[in-house]
């Protein structure tokens, strides 16, 4: 299959699940004023580093299925027995917090337990997808969680309920429940057969995901550590400013993720000098696709800052401080790819992302008191441009790469696109 085509079928979906996001941030500053938008941000911020950090299940059950050839249900179960428990754990941290917090606080962190065991309990389901390359389930669930919170948001605010981030957390989780039992019920059925707890399968997943929720678990916070400096220094309201302007710059890698995406199950099923020809081809389409658009949003950021309320003004400059770094650190999808599915050493995409947040942190306490959320934007694009550069001098002297190796475009990218460009036409013409 082509890579462009497979990514493009990949990024009909990750359109959607960024058009949910954003739609999602659109609705929320609509509806909250800054300082409750910045709350809310940092309530998803922990969501989401939970999410990114149980991303290893979904690697580690992938993993299982593509590589080491396990059958899909004895992985979803076996795997499905750790997700469960990490959940029941979330959940219980969640109400021992409502209990110690008074108020709104005790609501919110409730809230955010019951939405972190969701999407836990949603990455073995997911796993076990990707590692059959089943790309249209697979993505599902990667689009519904998002979308069911949106519309339970929708429902509760425009209902006339209070528009206070404890309601709007509450019912994110509410709509991450809806959508993960009804991926686990559509789930179960399509991976029907014959299934057995094995102790030591778990355990292998176990480990595997211990490791690769290391790795992007250091990843999220190197993305999204800085938003706490940003509130210590600037308030809420600056995590609100910055934070837009971080989602905007950031949506970009939903066209890498979905190139990575398209090659994940291949690259851990190929022989090695295979699967490191199908990852820097990867790198080489990520590099022009987001190129492009990254020059894009750039020219068009104050356009988009215009869409936001006037409580959101500053925007604009951050996103445009950002995003030389994103483009660069797009590469790191494919990277981490080829290390956890091919090589299963997620550890090595840990280390790339922990020294680009190492730095980040460095350079956003310096940055930010002197330059606002201008400097986190600055810090971000420095830490992600100096992380990715090293671990792909450490990806070109292992797999024996000369840097045009991996960036120099050639016959086969143009190949690809002329097959995506025939496959298209071949679609039109049967509609």
Sequence with gaps: MSIAYGGIIAFLFRGVNLAVALGI??????????????AFVLGLTVVGFVNAATGGLTAATAYQVSNQRQP?????????ILSVSLG????GTGLFAGQVLAGDAGRESLAIGAACAAVIVNSVVAG???????????????????????????????????????????????????????????????????VSLNGALIGRIGKFALVAG???GISYLNYRADLFLVRHFEGREGVAVYSIAVNMAESVWQVSGSLALAAYARVGALERSEAVALTTRVMRHTVVLLGIICVGLFLLADVLEAVFPADYGGMATALRFILPGVLLYGLAQSYAGFYTYQRGMPWVSSVVAGAGLAIDLVLASLLIPAMGVNGAALASAIAYSLAILGGLVVFA????????????????????????VRRLRGIVARA
């Design 25 to 38: 941030v659109l609705f929320c500053t609509n509806q909250m004023g800054a300082s409750n938008y910045g």
């Design 72 to 80: 899909p249900p004895v992985a979803l179960l076996n795997g499905g």
């Design 88 to 91: 029941a754990l979330a959940i």
């Design 128 to 194: 076990t997808f990707l590692g059959r390359e089943s790309l249209v389930r697979y993505n599902l669930a990667l689009v519904c969680p998002p979308l069911f919170a949106l519309i339970a948001i929708a429902v509760a605010f425009l209902a006339g309920g209070s528009k206070t981030p404890a309601v709007a957390l509450e019912m994110y989780a509410l709509g991450q429940w809806l959508a993960v039992t009804t991926l686990v019920v559509t789930g179960g059925i399509a991976l029907r057969g014959a």
């Design 214 to 216: 290391l790795a992007s």
């Design 397 to 420: 002297r292992s797999e024996r790469l000369r840097a045009r190796d991996i960036f120099r475009f050639g016959a086969a990218e143009v190949q690809d696109y002329r097959t995506l």
